[in-house]
């Protein structure tokens, strides 16, 4: 399934995931001043730009050919690769900073991943990014749309790209891999949307169910979803969701 096919509506309605990763960042307090830095999934390349702005030479790589013509056109600054985050050996450059926001959850073979990952670090190099685990109230609606009768044909052959990992999946993951020096934690967060027409953009930019089931899909999701979270006569919406954030070296 390709996902992430149109990187112009990403960034612009990718809002959540850019503050996931700028508090990431600012928390983090490292110092990216000429610092080689490898952003796996770089997207859009708002982020990758980020941290080229803060000093480091970043070189951003994503799966999407869409996503690396966007942002090379977009961000001069930094270098984009198209490549599978799975098949890092192949890279031959090594780094001082490894980074992936909003990303490894897409990747099925992960810890595969996470190897290549540590062999292309730098001794002492760092790692940092984050993930989201399986959300009650989105993942929910999805669920039980995939179950209505007009969606019964379409369900025989989704099969969802996304990759539930909790914090301690993570965490092992990282130990087996060769990580020894591990902070990774999980904060309760909510992101405010204004309307619910950015909201169903916003979910419409990563939601891999829309574009195999279609337009209407994601109005019956977005019914559910009100229902399940109570919102139902609110002019706002509130999301909450939960992130799993990972500094390591
Ligand atoms: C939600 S976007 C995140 C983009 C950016 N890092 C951000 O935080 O806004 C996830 C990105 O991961 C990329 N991706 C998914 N699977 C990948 C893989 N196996 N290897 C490299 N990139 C992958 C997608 O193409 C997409 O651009």
Partial sequence: MTLFRDPAHYSENSIVQKS???????KSGIDFASKRLLDVG???????DLMSNMGAEVTGIDI??????????????????QG????????????HIVTSFNCLHWVSEIEKALYGIKAILE???????LIYPRSVGLWDAADWC???PEYR???????????????????????????????????????VFQTKE??????????PHYHHYGQNFIKHWFNKYIELTNQITQTEIIMAYKTIFFITS
């Fill in 20 to 26: 996931e990763a700028n508090y990431l960042i600012d």
């Fill in 153 to 191: 044909v379409s369900s025989k052959s989704f099969v969802n790209p996304y990759c539930f990992h909790t914090k301690l999946d993570i965490e092992m993951m990282l130990t087996r891999v060769g990580f020894t020096n591990i902070k990774i934690w999980e904060e309760e967060r909510q992101a």
């Fill in 42 to 48: 770089s997207g859009d390349g708002k982020v990758s």
């Fill in 84 to 95: 599978d985050a799975q098949d890092l050996s192949k890279h031959q450059n090594s780094y």
């Fill in 64 to 81: 999407s050919e869409s996503m690396i013509n966007f942002s090379t056109k977009k961000y001069p600054s930094c270098h984009f690769v």
């Fill in 146 to 148: 995939e179950a209505l």
């Fill in 123 to 129: 001794k002492d190099g760092i790692f940092l990014g």
């Fill in 198 to 207: 950015d909201f169903k953009e916003y979910v419409m930019g990563w939601l």
